[in-house]
């Protein structure tokens, strides 16, 4: 099945920015819609933005939208998130994951894994003085 794997993470200053990759093997990332998700300590899962599966629409929460971009480059099958103007708030484990076309319909609401099937192991994303 679809194996998905995040990097990118760090430590960066509030202000800061970094790029996170999802690089899919096993099957190509051509048919996903791919979002990208955040877990901080004791808070749940929430979504952060999504793209589909033709990468012509993308949705993110209100919270990110100004500074972060998710973009796609099925040639490479490679998921980004560029996250610019960081936020200690953002400090987070960021997972990239994999659902149906249409998932990003529901990027942001409850029961994710329902919509979105697999998922990677989740990069540390730390922002901190």
């Known amino acids: 099945q679809l194996q998905l794997v995040e990097s990118g993470g760090g430590l960066v200053q509030p202000g800061g920015s970094l790029r996170l990759s999802c690089t899919a093997s096993v099957f190509t990332i051509d048919y996903y819609a791919i979002g990208w998700f955040r877990q901080a300590p004791v808070k749940e899962r929430e979504g952060v933005s999504c793209?589909?599966?033709?990468?012509?629409?993308?949705n993110a929460y209100d919270s990110v939208k100004g500074r972060f971009t998710i973009s796609r480059d099925n040639a490479k099958n490679t998921v980004y998130l560029q996250m610019n103007s960081l936020k200690p708030e953002d400090t987070a484990v960021y997972y990239c994951?994999?659902?149906?076309?249409?998932?990003?319909?529901?990027?942001?609401?409850?029961?994710?894994?329902?919509?979105?099937?697999?998922w990677g192991q989740g990069t540390q994303v730390t922002v901190s003085s």
């Open positions: 793209i589909t599966s033709s990468g012509g629409s993308t």
């Open positions: 994951a994999a659902g149906w076309p249409s998932a990003c319909t529901y990027y942001s609401g409850s029961n994710l894994k329902d919509y979105f099937g697999s």
